[in-house]
């Protein structure tokens, strides 16, 4: 694996976030060999568009308090069905059921090395 510690943090960070917001199918892989632009990408799901923006707002917060992180940029908020926050090093992908399913990022990357999350259950 090639993700350095301090992307490392963050995930976990994120990852407890977006469980404390009652997330599903939280995951994170190892993209920086194969994509060359940044390090890991995070996933998550929920539902409803509320909770996509729940998720994400709860995720945005905590790495701000906690590492003093703030996104490069924020897409996707208008509609809520897709969310995205690049942080540079590691994207966070929040994306509503049908969206996930639909593009199936998950599957797109299942050649990635997974990322061990803490067990948020």
Known sequence: MVVPEPTLDALTIA???AASMQAE???AVD???RLGITDAFFFAS???ERQVKSIIDEIEDDLREQLELKPSRREG???SRWVLLDY???V???QHDEERANYALDRLWSDAPQI???DTE
């Open 15 to 17: 990852s407890k976030a």
């Open 25 to 27: 199918n939280i995951s």
């Open 31 to 33: 993209v920086a060999e």
């Open 46 to 48: 929920a539902p409803t």
């Open 77 to 79: 908020e208008s509609e």
């Open 88 to 90: 540079g090093h590691f």
């Open 92 to 94: 966070i992908h929040v």
């Open 116 to 118: 061990e999350l803490p």
